[in-house]
């Protein structure tokens, strides 16, 4: 199993582009969720789902998009990239909660 | 007042130290507790899980004190491998878990 897969490792947009990150993971999860980590802040989450075409908003969702067409795609789509977006940005997946979940290696973005 | 706070550290502690890692939860309708490891540049790893009764994985310890909201993990022994970043992580009742800012540890030869 690869697990929880992203792409790209790395991205720098300029201000105003859009683009979207890639998540996929092979262990048949039901719950997958997207975070974003600053220094000094911690992971906060973004948009989380706990099914195929559910999704929901988390701690910081405005600037993003998701949605959930498979079980095994969770892609995050940023609309209008601003400079307060970059950061690390980490895909997750637990079997059915969001308990013990698996994160995948990180997209490092840079908005200019 | 952060939802799940830790104090950021460092930790520097020689090899074969025991430390330990506090992190206090302000929701008190949190049903699951859990502490990551996180190092640097990488994804954070679960750890291990907190259960009410207290849990042990080898040399790493972890309690649960309800009645004032604060998580611990204990590790024995410590290892130069046992570097990194720990994090807090506690569910707010509902799908969502809040992370704490995580407590950096380093082991010293």
């Known amino acids: 199993n690869a697990g929880v897969t992203q792409t790209p490792k790395f991205q720098v947009l300029k201000t105003g582009q859009s683009m979207t990150l890639q998540c996929a993971q092979d262990?048949?999860?039901?719950?997958m969720s997207w975070y974003r980590q600053d220094p000094g802040m911690g992971l906060r989450l973004i948009h989380y789902s706990v099914g195929a075409g559910i999704t929901d908003q988390g701690e910081v969702p405005n600037g993003y998009n998701v949605s959930r067409s498979t079980t095994e795609d969770f892609p995050l789509r940023l609309l209008s990239a601003a400079p307060s977006q970059t950061s690390v940005y980490f895909c997750?997946?637990?079997?059915?909660?969001?308990?013990?979940?698996?994160f995948g290696p990180g997209t490092r973005l840079t908005v200019l | 007042r952060k939802e799940v706070e830790q104090d950021p550290g460092p930790f520097n502690v020689p090899e074969g130290a025991t430390v330990a890692f506090n992190c206090t939860y302000s929701?008190?309708?949190?049903?699951?507790f859990f502490w990551y490891r996180q190092d640097c540049r990488k994804e954070p790893k679960l750890l291990m899980s907190?259960?009410?009764s207290g849990n042990e994985d080898g040399r790493f310890t972890a309690q649960l004190n309800r009645a004032s909201q604060y998580i611990s993990l204990l590790i024995r022994d410590s290892k130069l491998s046992d570097s990194a970043t720990y994090l807090c992580?506690?569910?707010?009742?509902?799908?969502?878990?809040?992370f704490g800012g995580g407590t950096r540890l380093m082991v010293k030869p």
């Open positions: 992580v506690v569910d707010n009742a509902g799908n969502m878990l809040t």
């Open positions: 929701n008190s309708a949190s049903q699951s």
């Open positions: 262990m048949n999860h039901e719950y």
């Open positions: 907190v259960y009410s």
């Open positions: 997750a997946s637990s079997p059915d909660s969001p308990n013990e979940q698996f």
